[in-house]
């Protein structure tokens, strides 16, 4: 009688089915990597997130204990902002992706700059999310004596560096930010880190976070002079306020204000140029060229 064949035996050395690929933004990972991940966010938002506290702090003559309170405010909301912005609640607050919400004057920008990173598609209801959660930890801000929060470009940076993409590694950095907020002492040993070593990891960070717009800069159409008339424009109206400080000294208070940082001016020229070339029908109404694809 013949017997009847056997399938693969199954043991404890058996290979598993493999379930649906989980996305590297969406892995959960080991304890051991996941806290040095999370502290590297730490260092590298650490120092912006007590500057404006600092600032404000000396300009309003605060003392010591006024000023550790005010740091701790800000720290306690980063963690709360960072933790909605990562986790979320899916289809309300936070567009789950790793980085790192504090008080800030970022936006949009590294929204799109960290979804690129990651490989995640973006669409308008991840920035309404994103900047839904910008909102609601500004709103709760002002009530424990901290600033308004964004996201942070920095860590922009080390996600390009580390490659590490998941969000819970960025929502544990959250939750150390928390108990740094409550625990005002642990925020103090901390910002015992010498700040040369925090300007030497801010050059590298800040370095690829330029690279990393000059790679999606890249994937413009360029070869159009029309875009390439654009991007230079654009950029010589931004660094103008760091190359001659006082080119709009005889302008009107108010456009000193808008002019005078070479992020609003370039912003404001590259926007106006787009609709010039692009969206008011000077171009014979031909199409205007489309984004390369990545």
């Known amino acids: 009688m013949a017997t009847p064949a056997k399938g693969p035996a199954e043991g404890p050395c058996s ?3 493999e379930g649906p690929e989980v996305h590297p ?12 991940a999370a502290l590297q966010h730490i260092a590298a938002m650490y120092a912006g997130v007590v500057t404006p506290p600092l600032i404000i702090g000396q300009a309003v003559r605060l003392d010591t ?17 960072t933790l909605l912005q990562t986790l979320g609640v899916k289809g309300f607050v936070g567009n789950r992706l790793p980085f790192v919400n504090a008080a800030s004057s970022a936006g949009i920008a590294p929204m799109l700059a960290i979804s690129e990173i990651c490989e995640r598609e973006t669409d308008g209801r991840t920035i309404t999310r994103g900047l839904r959660t910008d909102g609601i930890a500004t709103l709760i801000g002002p009530v424990f004596g901290g600033f308004p929060t964004s996201a942070f470009a920095q860590n922009v940076g080390v996600v390009s560096l580390t490659k590490v993409r ?6 544990a950095a959250g939750g150390a930010l928390l108990v740094l907020g409550v625990f005002p002492v642990l925020g103090a040993v901390v910002s015992t880190v010498p700040m040369p070593v925090l300007g030497g990891a801010g050059i590298v960070l800040f370095g690829s976070i330029a690279v990393s717009g ?8 360029l070869d159009d002079s029309s875009n390439i008339i654009l991007v230079g424009v654009s ?29 609003s001016a370039g912003a404001l020229v590259a926007v106006s140029l787009n609709l010039f070339f692009h969206h008011l029908g000077t171009r014979g109404g031909a199409p205007a060229p489309a984004l390369k694809s990545s």
């Open 235 to 263: 950029l010589g109206a931004g660094i103008i306020p760091l190359a001659a400080p006082a080119f709009y000294a005889d302008f009107p208070a108010w456009a000193q204000t808008v002019l005078g940082s070479g992020i």
């Open 15 to 17: 290979t598993p089915p």
């Open 25 to 36: 933004v969406d892995q959960k990972l080991h304890p051991s990597r996941l806290a040095p």
């Open 65 to 81: 204990a006024g000023q550790t309170r005010l740091i701790a405010a800000s720290l306690l909301i980063a963690g709360v902002a």
């Open 214 to 221: 000059i790679r999606t800069l890249s994937e413009a159409g």
């Open 166 to 171: 998941s969000r819970y590694v960025v929502a």
